[in-house]
């Protein structure tokens, strides 16, 4: 394939992804916004040094324009500061998705003993996964489960006190959820913990933006502050997700503290970032980190939150 060939289809994708409302292809070209950066900007450079200049100017239009998306990720994120007498309360989360066909146990193991989380939001939780964390999870007495041998098996386990644990099942497909409510310094904080479908092809395309679409359509049944974790199976340029984000008045906990991609783990140079942790404007964010490889095709996240 030549240089020139190689433009223009970077290119086609590039505009494709803008639209990704239109159908599951249109969605697929939007996930991939660093890699057109990168590219575009590496045969950018490839056609100064041949004074091609118009495929400069070409080029360097388009990596703008992917630019553009990825650039408020690592723009500060300016959070509001608490009246001097009013303390904000710390709460880590970690999130895991341990893929089912994941052997790794003690990466596993050790990672969770090292961040020490508050809360732990499990992913593809399987029957094997749940009887080799059983001692681990027992710091974490509250919690909600539903045990499977797919790769939609979830839980939530928490050592802060929950005011409620629920498993939901929503959207079409019914995949379960789990929802939570908590206090934290006298003000009701919901937590929402769900794994979407993911967009293989143009059902489960459709499927996805259902259950997004259905959350949303709830969000009068959770209280104004609320964290939401999860594998959305989509990234932050889809309009799935910007849909839904407005419309549950959340914003990406990752404002300002870059891409931090998270799929697939073994692949890093084509890494996307499919594992959110969507919150309210009035929580901040103190720390925010990718884990290291354990095994699982999904990088955990972990984050400090100040409410």
Do not use: C
């Amino acid at each position: 394939m030549t240089r020139s060939a190689l433009i223009y289809i970077t290119i086609v994708f590039t505009l494709t992804g803008f639209f990704s409302h239109l159908g599951w292809f249109f969605d697929l070209t939007s996930h991939f916004r660093l890699q057109y950066f990168i590219l575009l900007l590496v045969l950018t450079f490839s056609f100064s040094l041949k004074k091609q200049w118009r495929l400069v100017i070409v080029s360097g239009l388009a990596a703008a324009l992917n630019l553009i998306q990825i650039g408020p990720y690592y723009l500060p994120r300016t959070q509001a500061r608490p009246p001097a007498t009013q303390k904000k309360q710390s709460l880590s989360i970690l999130l895991i998705n341990l893929n089912a066909y994941n052997h790794q146990f003690r990466s596993v193991i050790e990672h969770i003993q090292e961040m020490k989380p508050d809360i732990i939001a499990l992913e593809e939780l399987t029957p094997k996964w749940q009887d080799t964390l059983a001692a681990t999870l027992r710091e974490y007495p509250d919690y909600a489960a539903n045990i499977r041998e797919d790769g939609f098996g979830i839980g939530l386990y928490s050592r802060v006190r929950m005011d409620t644990m629920n498993i939901r099942f929503l959207g079409e497909v019914e995949v379960p959820s789990v929802t939570a409510d908590m206090t934290i310094r006298n003000e009701k904080v919901s937590l929402l913990f769900t794994h979407p479908l993911p967009p293989g092809n143009p059902k489960t395309y459709r499927a996805r933006n259902q259950q997004l679409e259905h959350i949303s359509s709830l969000r009068d049944q959770f209280h104004d502050k609320m964290i939401l974790i999860g594998d959305l199976n989509t990234t932050s340029w889809s309009h799935a997700f910007k849909n839904f984000s407005k419309k549950m008045g959340l914003i990406d906990s990752r404002m300002g503290r870059g891409l931090q991609t998270t799929w697939p783990a073994p692949i890093p140079f084509v890494g996307i970032t499919i594992d959110h942790i969507l919150i309210s404007p009035d929580i901040d964010v103190r720390e925010r980190m990718i884990g290291p490889y354990i095994g699982s095709d999904h990088f955990p996240v972990y984050i400090q939150l100040r409410i």
